[in-house]
């Protein structure tokens, strides 16, 4: 226990923020396709509830899995979709999960209604509202303390066959927030989020006046949450004149597979209707080409500057500094008062220690000498 105390400055304690990234990659062959046989993927948890999908890397019941993201569908009661129940498989769930992720996400309005997504981020206009989303969760373990802004890609098979692997591969729509680093927004009640755009055969889709009016935006990407949303209009094929903006990124609609059966198909807007969210999480799994992103980590630092001067410090109360009432390392009373410094110790006001640090090896220390020792606490 220390006997002698030195006060800090303000210029001797600094903070500093440092975020770390790592690239986070997942394939399509992970999230369908390479454990069991799909839509029976060992490695894909489907609840009672039937309300969402957890996707993992490896068999779920292992130890060794990890848990990638969540996947689920919704749509609004106010969008197109919504109709007579009995016609609608699930209609009060989706409903429920599309105002449960839009009132988390985006807030609430002065109605207590959640408030829609919109393609631009322009909350209140019309004509842009997601009504129809996909929705990926990715799990804490991947993201981190938030996704990177302006890394995230995510390709999805945008094929009319109905074939199992002309799902994913044919005509890729590749799906960016590119420059989202620099312009991404802030008026969402999680933090930031940036705009999803799509292209195929790298342009945006939509004539040039389309992609003038929105830029082939499709969805949004809450970074600190770790959310993306896409809109169903993804799959939803060519423009019909007088459109605000794009529906879709291609020119004819997407099959998707329809659960009841595995081997029939249907349109986006029919598998959101008819078929179950378990069914629509498996009929987009399959189009899941490659998702990709960087995580950060952010380490916060305060550091403490130890500063020793030529005259403090030269003596030490080991115990062990004695021998029969003389100083250990003194042959003579002339000889020069010297000590080794091995340990930094940080106390309160109160003069209870806090943290401790060792340094890498004894430092010597005389009244010939100064030293400053540099203690990094990391949180």
Same mark, same amino acid.
């Given at each position: ?195 999803? $755009?799509?292209? +195929? !055969?790298?342009?945006?889709? /939509?004539? %040039?006046?389309?992609?003038? &009016?929105? @830029? ?16 169903? $209009?993804?799959? +939803? !094929?060519?423009?019909?004149? /007088?459109? %605000?903006?794009?529906?879709? &990124?291609? @020119? ?16 986006? $807007? ?110």
């Amino acid at each position: 226990m220390a006997t002698v105390f030195k006060t800090f400055l303000n210029n001797d304690i600094k903070s500093t923020r440092t975020l770390l990234h790592e690239a986070i990659p997942i394939t399509g062959a992970i999230v369908s396709g390479t454990y069991g046989v799909f839509p029976n993927d060992t490695n894909v948890k489907n609840y009672a509830h039937g309300m969402f999908q957890s996707v993992y890397d490896y068999p779920y019941l292992s130890s060794s899995a990890n848990h990638l993201f969540d996947i689920t569908v919704g749509y609004s009661a106010s969008g197109s979709l919504s109709g007579a129940e009995g016609d609608r498989v699930q209609q009060p769930k989706k409903i429920n999960i599309y105002n449960q992720m839009a009132g988390t996400l985006m807030g609430w309005d002065h109605t207590a209604s959640a408030i829609r997504f919109d393609k631009d981020g322009n909350l209140g206009t019309t004509g842009d509202e997601i009504n129809d989303a996909i929705f990926l969760n990715f799990s804490r373990l991947l993201q981190k303390d938030e996704i990177k802004k302006g890394s995230f890609t995510i390709k999805l098979g945008g094929g009319r066959s109905g074939g199992q692997d002309g799902l994913r591969t044919e005509s890729i729509l590749t799906i960016t927030d590119a420059g989202a680093d620099t312009n991404y927004r802030v008026n969402s009640a999680v933090g930031d989020y940036g705009i999803l $755009s799509c292209s +195929v !055969g790298g342009a945006f889709s /939509g004539t %040039a006046a389309q992609r003038s &009016a929105d @830029a082939g935006k499709v969805g949004l990407i809450f970074y600190q949450a770790g959310v993306a949303v896409l809109s169903a $209009s993804i799959f +939803v !094929g060519a423009i019909t004149a /007088g459109q %605000a903006g794009p529906v879709g &990124a291609l @020119a004819q609609d997407c099959y998707m597979l329809d659960d009841d059966t595995q081997t029939n198909y249907t349109t986006i $807007s029919g598998a959101l209707t008819g078929t179950s969210i378990s069914g629509c999480c498996d009929a987009i799994r399959r189009r899941v080409y490659d998702i990709s992103f960087n995580n950060t980590t952010e380490l916060n630092s305060t550091i403490h500057f130890c500063r020793i001067n030529n005259s403090e410090y030269n003596y030490s109360s080991n115990p062990t500094y004695l021998s029969s009432s003389k100083l250990v390392v003194k042959n003579t009373q002339l000889d020069a008062p010297v000590s080794y410094l091995t340990t930094v110790g940080l106390y309160s006001a109160d003069n209870e220690l806090l943290a401790v640090a060792k340094v890498s090896e004894p430092l010597k220390k005389d009244p010939t000498n100064e030293m400053t020792l540099r203690v990094r606490l990391d949180y």
